[in-house]
C-alpha cells in the first residue's frame, strides 16, 4: 500500500507560482511514474503532468506547457508540481499519483487515468484574476 499527500497548494493571483509537492509513504518505489492530474469544479479530471521512471520523459496537458515543471526526489519520496504563470483557468484541485507502469501513458495527446492506481486525497489551488 502506498499513501500520497499533496501539499503546496493555495490562493494566489493570475501571474504568480506555486509548487505543489506529493510525498509518498508506504511500499514505496521509484520504479513506477508519477502523474499529477487536477479537476475544476463542474469539469472532468484531466491529466497535467507526467514523469516517466523508464527513461525520464515528461508529458504536459497542452494548456500547461511552457509554464508547469515536473520533478521527483527519489531520496524523499516526494515529486513536485512547479507552476509559474498561474492563470485563472488552472483553479481546481491537483491530485497526484502513481501508476503502476514505468512510463506515462499519452493516447491522442492526453494523459490516461486508467494505469493510476494510488491517488493522493488532492489540493486545492485558487488563482484570482
Known amino acids: 500500500q502506498v499513501t500520497l499527500v499533496e501539499s503546496g497548494g493555495g490562493l494566489v493571483q493570475a501571474g504568480g507560482s506555486l509548487r505543489l509537492s506529493c510525498a509518498a509513504s508506504?511500499?514505496?518505489?521509484?520504479?513506477?511514474?508519477k502523474g499529477w492530474f487536477r479537476q475544476a469544479p463542474g469539469k472532468e479530471r484531466e491529466g497535467v503532468s507526467c514523469?516517466?521512471?523508464?527513461?525520464?520523459?515528461?508529458y504536459y496537458a497542452d494548456s500547461v506547457k511552457g509554464r508547469f515543471t515536473i520533478s521527483r526526489d527519489n531520496a524523499k519520496n516526494t515529486v513536485y508540481l512547479q507552476m509559474n504563470s498561474l492563470k485563472a483557468e488552472d483553479t481546481a484541485v491537483y491530485y497526484c499519483?502513481?501508476?503502476?507502469?514505468?512510463?506515462?501513458?499519452?493516447?491522442?495527446?492526453?494523459?490516461?487515468?486508467?494505469?493510476?492506481?494510488?491517488w493522493g486525497q488532492g489540493t486545492q489551488v485558487t488563482v484570482s484574476s
Open positions: 514523469l516517466s521512471s523508464s527513461d525520464g520523459n515528461t
Open positions: 499519483a502513481t501508476s503502476r507502469r514505468a512510463y506515462c501513458t499519452v493516447a491522442r495527446g492526453t494523459l490516461g487515468e486508467s494505469s493510476y492506481v494510488y
Open positions: 508506504g511500499r514505496t518505489s521509484s520504479t513506477y511514474s
